[in-house]
C-alpha cells in the first residue's frame, strides 16, 4: 500500500534549503511520500541547492517567462500547479516562507480543496512596502493555510493576533538551522575556486562575509555599504572578506568598481550552499541583508550586522546576535569596528544560542504534517530558548 503523497512546492534557493531537511525527515519517519515539486520559478538556483543534500526534484515545472513580471510567473505557476494536481492529487500541500512560488503553490492547491501546510509562517515586517513584495505575500497565504510552522514563539504570536486558530499553529523551529548545521558539519572542499584560494591564503586573518542581495539594497545603498566595507579593510590589515555577489550584471559591476583596487577582497559569483555554510561557520562577523544568514549564522557563533532599515526577522534583535545598521557607512563601519577591536563583546552578542531553531525543525515538521492527515500524534513546540545556552544546537545530527 503507497503512503499518501505530500508535494513541497521550492522555486528559490532559499525555499529548495529549507525544503530539503523535511524531504529528508519524512523519508525517515516512513508515514508519507514527499514529492519535491520545482516551480520553475529559480530552476538552476534549485538543483544546485537540493544537490547539497543529495537530492533532486521530483517534478519540474517548465515555465516560460517573456515579460518577466510577477503577475507573469505567478499566473503561469498556478497553471501548471493546477494541471499537476489535476492529475496527480497530493494529501498535502507544502509551501514555504514568502515568494511568489509560496502564493502561487498556496493558491493553486487550496482552489483543489488541498490542504495548506505554511513552512516558516508568521514573519511579520509590519510594512507593506518592505520587504515587498514578501510581506504580503506572507500574508495571504496565512489566509487559507490549514498549518501554519511558525520558527520562533514571536512569528505564532503574530499568527495568533491575526485570528490564526491556536490549534493551527505549531513553533517549529526554522530548518535552515537544520540545513546549515548538517551541511557545515560535514566539512565540505570549498567548490568555488577563488573561495578556496582565499581561505587557503588567508592564515590567521579573521574572515568578515558580505551579502547585499536585495533590490532595495542596489544603487545608492550598495554603493555606501561598498563603502564601509572598503574602510574596514583599509583599516584592519587582518581581515579578509568574501562577498559573493548578486548574478545581475549591473550589481555586479557596480560591486566591482565599489571595491576595486583592494587586496584581501574576494568577489564572487553566488555560491554554492556547501560554501556559503562553511563560510558562515568560519566567519568572524557576517555583514547582511538576507534573512536566511540572519537565521544561520548564530548557529555557528556569527553575529550579524543586518544591512537593512527594517527586518521581520525581529529575534535576532531581541537576543541580541544581530544589529541593524541599515546602509549608512559610518554606522556600519562603526559597529563592525566595535566588534573587530573587541572579542569579547563580539562573543557576546551570539552567547545566548540561536532563537531560530534547535536543529529538530524538520523532524517536527515531517510530524506535523502526518499529524494534520490524521497519521501521527502532534509533536511538541520547540522549547523555549535557555538563555544560558550556547550556540552547540544540531549537535545531534
Same mark, same amino acid.
Given at each position: ?52 543534500? /543529495? ?44 515568494? @511568489? ?37 506572507? $500574508? ?15 512569528? +505564532? ?17 526554522? @530548518? ?38 536585495? $533590490? ?6 550598495? #554603493?555606501?555599504?561598498? +563603502? +564601509? ?5 583599509? $583599516?584592519?590589515? /587582518? ?20 571595491? +576595486? ?6 568577489? &564572487? ?38 544591512? $537593512?532599515?527594517? @527586518? ?28 573587530? #577591536?573587541?572579542?569579547?563583546?563580539? #562573543? ?20 506535523? &504534517? ?19 545556552? @550556547? ?7
Amino acid at each position: 500500500m503507497s503512503l499518501p503523497e505530500v508535494h513541497l512546492i521550492g522555486g528559490t534557493r532559499p525555499e529548495a534549503v529549507k525544503l530539503a531537511p523535511v524531504v529528508l525527515a519524512m523519508r525517515e519517519a516512513g508515514l508519507l511520500t514527499p514529492v519535491l515539486v520545482a516551480s520553475g520559478q529559480h530552476p538552476t538556483m534549485v538543483g544546485q541547492a537540493l544537490a547539497a543534500f /543529495d537530492l533532486t526534484p521530483d517534478v519540474t515545472l517548465q515555465v516560460e517567462r517573456g515579460t518577466g513580471t510577477q503577475a507573469e510567473l505567478l499566473t503561469e505557476m498556478i497553471r501548471q500547479l493546477d494541471q499537476l494536481w489535476a492529475d496527480r492529487t497530493p494529501a498535502a500541500v507544502i509551501v514555504q516562507g514568502d515568494t @511568489t512560488t509560496s502564493l502561487a503553490g498556496a493558491l493553486a492547491a487550496f482552489w483543489r480543496r488541498i490542504p495548506v501546510v505554511h513552512l516558516e509562517a508568521g514573519l511579520r515586517s509590519g510594512d507593506l512596502d518592505s520587504p515587498f513584495p514578501e510581506e504580503a505575500n506572507r $500574508r495571504l497565504v496565512a489566509q487559507i493555510a490549514a498549518l501554519h510552522l511558525a520558527p520562533t514563539p514571536l512569528a +505564532a504570536m503574530n499568527l495568533l493576533d491575526e485570528n490564526i486558530d491556536t490549534g493551527d499553529v505549531l513553533i517549529a523551529g526554522n @530548518t535552515v538551522v537544520d540545513a546549515t548545521l548538517a551541511v557545515a558539519g560535514r566539512r565540505l572542499p570549498f567548490e568555488n575556486p577563488q573561495v578556496a584560494a582565499a581561505r587557503a591564503a588567508a592564515g590567521d586573518r579573521r574572515l568578515v562575509v558580505v551579502t547585499a542581495h536585495r $533590490r532595495e539594497s542596489w544603487g545608492a545603498p550598495l #554603493d555606501r555599504i561598498l +563603502a +564601509a566595507v572598503r574602510e574596514l579593510v583599509n $583599516r584592519y590589515a /587582518d581581515i579578509d572578506v568574501i562577498l559573493p555577489s548578486h548574478p545581475n550584471p549591473a550589481v555586479r559591476a557596480q560591486v566591482e568598481a565599489g571595491l +576595486a583596487g583592494l587586496e584581501r577582497v574576494t568577489i &564572487t559569483d553566488p555560491l554554492p550552499y556547501p560554501d556559503l555554510s562553511r563560510l558562515l561557520s568560519e566567519a568572524y562577523l557576517v555583514l547582511t541583508d538576507s534573512g536566511g544568514i540572519q537565521e544561520e549564522a548564530p548557529s555557528f557563533g556569527v553575529p550579524a550586522l543586518v544591512l $537593512r532599515d527594517v @527586518t521581520e526577522r525581529v529575534e535576532s534583535l531581541d537576543a541580541g546576535c544581530a544589529k541593524l545598521v541599515g546602509s549608512d557607512t559610518e554606522l556600519i563601519v562603526t559597529e563592525a569596528a566595535a566588534l573587530l #577591536d573587541s572579542r569579547v563583546r563580539r #562573543d557576546a552578542m551570539t552567547a545566548g544560542g540561536n532563537p531560530y531553531g534547535d536543529g529538530l525543525a524538520a523532524r517536527r515538521t515531517a510530524q506535523a &504534517t502526518a499529524a494534520l492527515l490524521g497519521l501521527a500524534e502532534a509533536p511538541e513546540a520547540m522549547p523555549a530558548l535557555d538563555s544560558t545556552a @550556547t550556540a552547540t544546537y544540531g549537535a545531534s545530527l
